[in-house]
């Protein structure tokens, strides 16, 4: 272990070459993953708990998509405006109070607003979170501290989909509270233990949103990101349903999906500083044509273990990706807007879990057969674009450092 000062002027240890306020964030966001339960099993709750109607549980379920799309761009502006722990903290905060409103909430207006406001402060650590490993870490690290982010956040949340569905036979009002004490603890531990990292603001440069949205570069990184979430997403939402459709059981898309989340768990950790070592650009690409391969091959297959094969394929490509977009975008935005930066990165995702449901339902009623190689294309579409930009990603990172 080592002893530096940092960039942002405050002395911080180093453990594995990372510092000490980073294993911290680290540890607080496998604890808040530990404890998301209610996300999940939200459907469920709205149908079973509360009697409402699949028809309203969806609107429910929308609001949480737009609430989810506002997140992110307001929480990367209070992350550079109001500094990173702040935000990180004040989301925790509201994220825990919302969780508790909800589990009380009988009313549909009550519930469709809960999850409104529950959908903006959810993720609204995330661009706070990669502001501050952009902060705290040097450049040659950052693909291997975003990647053990990547793994903790995976890690607890498979652990979580297990005790959620065993605590939620006790009732749900549980979850709720398991979900916002764990909020609680990790917006404790940031501010008790992360020093803000925000460049002090006699150093700051001005900065609006408007400047973020100038940036083609950035705009087209985002736009490839988004090309891949239409992908990626059709796992949790075409792909039961084509598999129900086939005639297999809710078990079969189970255990498939316990491929994806095993692979994670014990592939990830062993490629992350491997994968460090290569072009950023050129991994991610990879990751994006082999998710769009996995995804190609779902036509092929018809079987509980072939579409297990399938999501193995898909979920290497996953692993590929890991921790590698926040390399991309802490390289790519000034200090001063990182977190606008990483807003609008999340803001990708928001978008992409808004429209992936909406496009892959239509492509697997219209043309079921051509579905699977279509967003195969779309994969190999992203890649390409990422090789595209992947000369002027460099060219940025260079200069940056």
């Keep these: 272990m080592t002893t530096v000062i940092s960039r942002t002027g405050f002395i911080q240890s180093k453990v594995g070459g990372l510092p000490r306020p980073f294993w911290v964030l680290f540890g607080g966001s496998f604890v808040n993953r530990l404890g998301t339960m209610v996300e999940p099993f939200i459907g469920i709750y709205l149908t079973q708990a509360r009697g409402v109607s699949l028809a309203t549980t969806g609107l429910v379920m929308t609001m949480f998509g737009v609430g989810s799309l506002l997140s992110q761009p307001v929480a990367g502006w209070l992350a550079d405006r109001l500094g990173r722990r702040v935000t990180l903290t004040g989301g925790m905060v509201a994220t825990a109070v919302t969780m508790i409103a909800l589990g009380y909430t009988t009313s549909v207006a009550g519930l469709v607003v809960g999850m409104l406001v529950l959908g903006i402060v959810v993720d609204a650590y995330r661009p706070a979170s ?31 989909m297990v005790a959620g569905g065993w605590l939620a036979r006790s009732g749900f009002t549980v979850l709720f509270w398991v979900d916002a004490v764990t909020c609680l603890v990790f917006g404790l531990l940031v501010w008790r233990a992360i020093p803000e990292t925000r460049p002090a603001r006699e150093d700051a440069q001005p900065g ?128 001063h807007l990182r977190g606008r930066y990483s807003g609008l990165y999340g803001l990708s995702w928001s978008a992409g879990s808004l429209l992936a449901p909406l496009v892959g339902t239509r492509l697997l009623a219209a043309a079921p057969g051509l579905m699977w190689p279509l967003l195969g294309g779309l994969g190999l579409l992203a890649a390409a674009g990422q090789l595209l930009i992947g000369r002027a990603v460099r060219r940025r990172s260079a200069l940056a450092t």
């Design 208 to 335: 609006r949103f408007a400047d973020v949205l100038r940036d083609r570069l950035m705009l087209a990184f985002v736009l490839g990101n988004l090309a891949y979430s239409l992908v990626y997403l059709q796992a949790y939402t075409t792909l039961p349903l084509a598999m129900t459709g086939q005639g297999l059981p809710t078990s079969a898309y189970g255990i498939a999906m316990a491929v994806n989340g095993l692979l994670i768990v014990v592939v990830q950790p062993l490629t992350n500083a491997w994968l460090a070592r290569f072009d950023p650009s050129r991994v991610l690409a990879s990751g994006f044509a082999l998710v769009g391969l996995g995804f190609a091959l779902t036509s092929l297959v018809s079987s509980a273990a072939g579409h297990a094969a399938t999501v193995a394929v898909w979920t290497l490509g996953e692993v590929l990706t890991a921790g590698i977009p926040g390399a991309i975008v802490a390289a790519l935005a000034p200090p």
């Design 130 to 160: 990669q502001a501050i490993v952009a902060d705290l870490v040097p450049p040659e690290d950052r693909p291997r501290a975003f990647g053990l982010l990547f793994w903790a956040i995976n890690l607890g949340f498979s652990v979580a």
